[in-house]
């Protein structure tokens, strides 16, 4: 029995065989994956060391309230990197490898030149289970790596992929999880304001960058090549 989006329900593509698309997926998700972690831990720890960082962030913005509930989009990112296996051909997902590589050194350059803190207090949730989650979060991330927001340049950039071919109601899922999403690192107290935009704004250059460069350096963008 075929995938559901072998059988065309979800996109217009005609897909290679799942198989062949979880090959180069694998292959190209450890490479963004070696990016990612090669720069930002590291990026992150060296700002905790520095006397000075800039509060980009507006003093209204403090006054967000914490909504420990909009944990659940916040970390449903990494359900989003799943997506692209089911609607993108290997061309596709060879092209969504190459912005993701793009939007983290991008980032990586930014996050070096301003230097941030978060403007938020650190708080944790009195639930349980959102305190155990918060917790986790406040030891693994340090709140430095915060312009552009790489929580939503990632999936603004997966969702711009995939979107592309997708079928009208899958497309309005994945635009409604994108804005659910971006509101999540704001009420969560993850990001600020002028990350969430940075991050959408980095994300669409890129597109729009691989649009013009990358499309006329390769047989095909979202076909099997």
């Not at 520095?50 to 509930?69: H, K, V």
Request: with cysteine.
């Amino acid at each position: 029995m075929p995938w559901p989006a072998d059988s065309g329900y979800l996109t217009k593509l005609k897909l290679a065989p799942f198989g062949s698309r979880l090959k180069v997926y694998l292959i190209y998700s450890g490479l963004v994956g070696g990016f990612f972690f090669g720069l930002y831990p590291t990026l992150n720890w060296l700002t905790s060391l520095r006397s000075t960082t800039f509060g980009l962030y507006f003093p209204f913005e403090l006054d967000i309230p914490l909504i420990p509930a909009f944990i659940w989009l916040y970390l449903s990112m990494y359900l989003v990197f799943i997506v692209p296996v089911f609607l993108l051909n290997q061309g596709g997902l060879k092209r969504l490898a190459f912005e993701l590589i793009i939007v983290t050194v991008a980032a990586a350059v930014i996050f070096l030149l301003l230097p941030a803190h978060l403007g938020f207090i650190r708080e944790l949730p009195d639930t349980p289970v959102y305190r155990m989650i918060f917790e986790q979060i406040f030891m693994l991330d340090k709140p430095h790596n915060l312009v552009p927001s790489l929580h939503v340049a990632y999936s603004a950039t997966i969702v711009l992929a995939v979107s592309r071919n997708a079928k009208p109601l899958v497309n309005c899922g994945l635009w409604l999880w994108l804005i659910g999403l971006m509101l999540s690192t704001v009420l969560t107290h993850q990001h600020h304001l002028l990350d969430v935009f940075s991050g959408a704004v980095l994300s669409l250059m890129t597109y729009q960058f691989m649009d013009k460069f990358y499309e006329k350096n390769t047989h095909s963008g979202t076909g099997i090549i």
